[in-house]
């Protein structure tokens, strides 16, 4: 018996980018944005350079270039979460860093930067999308409409994410207060 | 109480702009990405090279999975809900090497021999896997017995290796005394794992890890070794995007011959035979299952661990340490005789439930947990491949995500996964592969759930079923 498969989606095609361009104006960015997601600044770059790889080897490049950005941090943020779940298959190393370690309390943190320790720390317990959107929200200042693009999820599901998030962030600070 | 949204707003501010400040990346990002390309690319074209020196990746499929087909036995009737078991054996390449390796090209309806390598790649690539006419042969290695097709719009005079923006082909080639023929190919954008496949009923289950994004077309065939495959008309169904790393699970029908799985994003391509080998050494097992058991002797806990004197005693544990209900709050229960059933909401205040069958065994293991059931889910089969099990089923979840747990005795997560079906309130189906990440003493369980809105890793509703 004959068997077929096909996979199916829209069709090849689209404009080349300008890597270097877009290097220039973005790699920085790119890399302060996983700087935000893991902790690790060189695993960063290389989130960051993978992203530039996966978009180098894009057969025909983007159909829409001016959407190389969004992209490329796509693909950081699902860098990100990759390297989350790699390190963390089961998900108990983000309740373990919840409940024993925890936000940082302000009087352990060193200096003038204590409260923003302390804020990264609880922001880090939070559930990855949580976090992501949280990030692109307070740091990117991206709209709505652009996180929902960016995360491949509902412009709903961006406001209930950071109403959620920032609630959960709001009362883990609290709680080490 | 928290504080005032504004405060932990400029807070969170401050404190991501000071992180991100600090952060200053090294000056040579642009050299570090122009190598990992280049790295990326030569790592691709080794793994084509060995995997058509390794001659013919073989799924060997004993004979169960023929069976599934046409076997008029009721007792092998997934579809009737019984316990179905099939074996699968895989066999490594290298432990025939005197196999001659299957020809692709040229098809044995054909007269033609050719004298040049390239010439039988060139109509290979055209003729065979449907490439655009624009590719063009290059041979950057004369001695390791492959030759690139490389898409060039500019024409095939103008010489060069591949771009490493765009997706080529690397061909394995020998020669034979009838002349030169093919007998591989591998797309260095899809990375084809038929070894991480599964028999899921009567489907071969394939992974394609495709590095072109989602919106880029794939297509794959199976034609008859030696036919043309046009032959194998493709038919759009079956196959489930995994996410956004770009794997696809293509689900392939079982096939009654030699066959080649030929997967094509249109400027590149895989072609591999796949070769139905009954006395192949095995090297791996698959089982098939569907739905929980029924008797007890495989149920929670397992033979070793906990004792339950009641129904109750038994659920509750299972709903609070094996599926992972926040609050689980008893909605009603069935006890007749030795059987039983417990429903259970995930909190107090939460309409959806969930039922627990139960078994009294009888013996010293008490009750026991034997099948999960949710009017949002259901699972119609496990397999396991390795550590590679592959369940199936249909579901609906809030934003169509459902998720994918494998579990022991003790809830324990030995690997999860997320997979996307329908997200309204019509079940629709599924296909996920879950890796087992820890090794477990005991029965493993797969768990299929939504979860809540905590995204702490607590469920509104779940299904179990035990892992062969």
Same mark, same amino acid.
């Given at each position: 018996?004959?068997?077929?498969?096909?996979?199916?989606?829209?069709?090849?095609?689209?404009?080349?980018?300008?890597?270097?361009?877009?290097?220039?104006?973005?790699?920085?960015?790119?890399?302060?944005?996983?700087?935000?997601?893991?902790?690790?600044?060189?695993?960063?770059?290389?989130?960051?350079?993978?992203?530039?790889?996966?978009?180098?080897?894009?057969?025909?490049?983007?159909?829409?270039?001016?959407?190389?950005?969004?992209?490329?941090?796509?693909?950081?943020?699902?860098?990100?979460?990759?390297?989350?779940?790699?390190?963390?298959?089961?998900?108990?190393?983000?309740?373990?860093?919840?409940?024993?370690?925890?936000?940082?309390?302000?009087?352990?943190?060193?200096?003038?930067?204590?409260?923003?320790?302390?804020?990264?720390?609880?922001?880090?317990?939070?559930?990855?999308?949580?976090?992501?959107?949280?990030?692109?929200?307070?740091?990117?200042?991206?709209?709505?409409?652009?996180?929902?693009?960016?995360?491949?999820?509902?412009?709903?599901?961006?406001?209930?994410?950071?109403?959620?998030?920032?609630?959960?962030?709001?009362?883990?600070?609290?709680?080490?207060? | 109480?928290?504080?005032?949204?504004?405060?932990?707003?400029?807070?969170?501010?401050?404190?991501? /702009?000071? *992180?991100?400040? $600090? =952060?200053?990346? #090294? &000056?040579?990002?642009?050299? +570090?990405?122009?190598?990992? %390309?280049? @790295?990326?690319?030569? /790592?691709? *074209?080794?793994? $084509? =090279?060995?995997? #058509? &020196?390794?001659?013919?990746? +073989?799924?060997?499929?004993? %004979?169960? @999975?023929?069976?599934?087909?046409?076997?008029?036995?009721?007792?092998?009737?997934? &579809?009737?809900?019984?316990?179905?078991?099939?074996?699968?054996?895989?066999?490594?390449?290298?432990?025939?090497?005197?196999?001659?390796?299957?020809?692709?090209?040229?098809?044995?309806?054909?007269?033609?021999?050719?004298?040049?390598?390239?010439?039988?790649?060139?109509?290979?690539?055209?003729?065979?896997?449907?490439?655009?006419?624009?590719?063009?042969?290059?041979?950057?290695?004369?001695?390791?017995?492959?030759?690139?097709?490389?898409?060039?719009?500019?024409?095939?005079?103008?010489?060069?290796?591949?771009?490493?923006?765009?997706?080529?082909?690397?061909?394995?080639?020998?020669?034979?005394?009838?002349?030169?023929?093919?007998?591989?190919?591998?797309?260095?954008?899809?990375?084809?794992?038929?070894?991480?496949?599964?028999?899921?009923?009567?489907?071969?289950?394939?992974?394609?890890?495709?590095?072109?994004?989602?919106?880029?077309?794939?297509?794959?065939?199976?034609?008859?070794?030696?036919?043309?495959?046009?032959?194998?008309?493709?038919?759009?169904?079956?196959?489930?995007?995994?996410?956004?790393?770009?794997?696809?699970?293509?689900?392939?029908?079982?096939?009654?011959?030699?066959?080649?799985?030929?997967?094509?994003?249109?400027?590149?391509?895989?072609?591999?035979?796949?070769?139905?080998?009954?006395?192949?050494?095995?090297?791996?097992?698959?089982?098939?299952?569907?739905?929980?058991?029924?008797?007890?002797?495989?149920?929670?806990?397992?033979?070793?661990?906990?004792?339950?004197?009641?129904?109750?005693?038994?659920?509750?544990?299972?709903?609070?340490?094996?599926?992972?209900?926040?609050?689980?709050?008893?909605?009603?229960?069935?006890?007749?005789?030795?059987?039983?059933?417990?429903?259970?909401?995930?909190?107090?205040?939460?309409?959806?439930?969930?039922?627990?069958?139960?078994?009294?065994?009888?013996?010293?293991?008490?009750?026991?947990?034997?099948?999960?059931?949710?009017?949002?889910?259901?699972?119609?089969?496990?397999?396991?491949?390795?550590?590679?099990?592959?369940?199936?089923?249909?579901?609906?979840?809030?934003?169509?995500?459902?998720?994918?747990?494998?579990?022991?005795?003790?809830?324990?997560?030995?690997?999860?996964?997320?997979?996307?079906?329908?997200?309204?309130?019509?079940?629709?189906?599924?296909?996920?592969?879950?890796?087992?990440?820890?090794?477990?003493?005991?029965?493993?369980?797969?768990?299929?759930?939504?979860?809540?809105?905590?995204?702490?890793?607590?469920?509104?509703?779940?299904?179990?079923?035990?892992?062969?």
């Amino acid at each position: 018996m004959m068997v077929v498969v096909a996979a199916r989606s829209e069709g090849v095609g689209g404009e080349a980018v300008d890597l270097a361009a877009l290097h220039r104006d973005h790699y920085r960015s790119l890399v302060k944005l996983a700087s935000l997601l893991v902790t690790d600044v060189g695993r960063c770059e290389e989130l960051a350079q993978e992203a530039f790889v996966a978009l180098a080897g894009r057969p025909g490049g983007l159909r829409d270039p001016a959407k190389a950005p969004a992209y490329l941090r796509s693909a950081v943020l699902n860098g990100a979460r990759s390297l989350h779940r790699r390190k963390d298959p089961t998900g108990r190393l983000r309740a373990a860093t919840a409940t024993q370690a925890g936000p940082e309390r302000p009087d352990d943190a060193a200096g003038r930067h204590d409260d923003e320790a302390a804020v990264l720390a609880a922001l880090r317990t939070l559930p990855h999308r949580q976090q992501e959107v949280l990030v692109l929200r307070y740091w990117l200042d991206l709209p709505e409409s652009e996180i929902a693009a960016t995360l491949g999820i509902g412009a709903g599901t961006v406001k209930t994410h950071a109403a959620r998030g920032l609630a959960a962030l709001a009362d883990r600070l609290e709680d080490r207060r | 109480m928290s504080e005032h949204p504004d405060d932990i707003e400029a807070r969170l501010r401050a404190a991501l /702009a000071a *992180r991100a400040d $600090a =952060v200053e990346p #090294a &000056a040579d990002g642009i050299e +570090v990405v122009g190598r990992m %390309a280049a @790295a990326r690319d030569a /790592a691709r *074209r080794r793994r $084509a =090279v060995l995997s #058509a &020196a390794a001659a013919v990746v +073989v799924i060997a499929l004993l %004979a169960g @999975a023929f069976l599934l087909l046409g076997d008029d036995d009721p007792d092998t009737d997934v &579809a009737a809900g019984g316990s179905t078991t099939v074996t699968t054996s895989t066999t490594v390449p290298g432990s025939a090497p005197d196999v001659t390796r299957p020809v692709l090209w040229p098809l044995p309806t054909m007269s033609i021999s050719y004298a040049e390598p390239a010439d039988a790649v060139a109509a290979f690539g055209t003729g065979y896997l449907g490439l655009d006419p624009s590719v063009c042969v290059r041979d950057p290695d004369p001695e390791d017995g492959t030759l690139l097709l490389i898409p060039s719009p500019e024409g095939c005079s103008v010489d060069g290796g591949p771009d490493p923006r765009t997706a080529f082909t690397t061909v394995a080639v020998e020669r034979r005394p009838e002349g030169w023929v093919v007998t591989g190919a591998e797309s260095s954008w899809l990375e084809v794992t038929p070894a991480a496949g599964a028999v899921v009923g009567a489907d071969i289950v394939v992974d394609v890890v495709s590095l072109a994004p989602p919106e880029v077309a794939l297509t794959a065939r199976v034609p008859a070794l030696g036919a043309e495959p046009a032959s194998a008309p493709a038919v759009d169904t079956s196959i489930v995007p995994l996410g956004a790393d770009g794997t696809w699970h293509l689900v392939l029908g079982a096939a009654d011959g030699p066959t080649v799985l030929i997967v094509s994003n249109g400027i590149s391509a895989t072609a591999r035979p796949f070769t139905v080998d009954s006395t192949a050494v095995p090297v791996a097992t698959t089982t098939t299952t569907t739905g929980p058991t029924d008797d007890g002797t495989q149920g929670w806990p397992g033979p070793t661990s906990r004792h339950f004197d009641s129904p109750e005693a038994a659920a509750q544990a299972f709903v609070a340490d094996v599926l992972g209900f926040a609050e689980p709050t008893l909605a009603g229960q069935v006890v007749e005789g030795t059987e039983a059933e417990l429903r259970f909401r995930p909190r107090p205040a939460a309409s959806i439930e969930t039922a627990v069958a139960l078994h009294d065994t009888g013996s010293d293991r008490g009750w026991v947990v034997t099948g999960v059931t949710a009017t949002s889910g259901e699972i119609d089969s496990v397999a396991r491949t390795g550590d590679d099990v592959t369940v199936t089923g249909s579901a609906s979840a809030f934003e169509a995500l459902v998720q994918v747990r494998l579990l022991d005795v003790a809830g324990n997560v030995l690997g999860e996964t997320t997979t996307m079906a329908g997200g309204t309130e019509a079940l629709e189906p599924f296909t996920a592969v879950v890796r087992q990440e820890a090794a477990a003493e005991g029965p493993v369980y797969v768990q299929i759930a939504e979860g809540d809105e905590s995204g702490e890793g607590t469920y509104l509703w779940a299904v179990w079923a035990l892992v062969p």
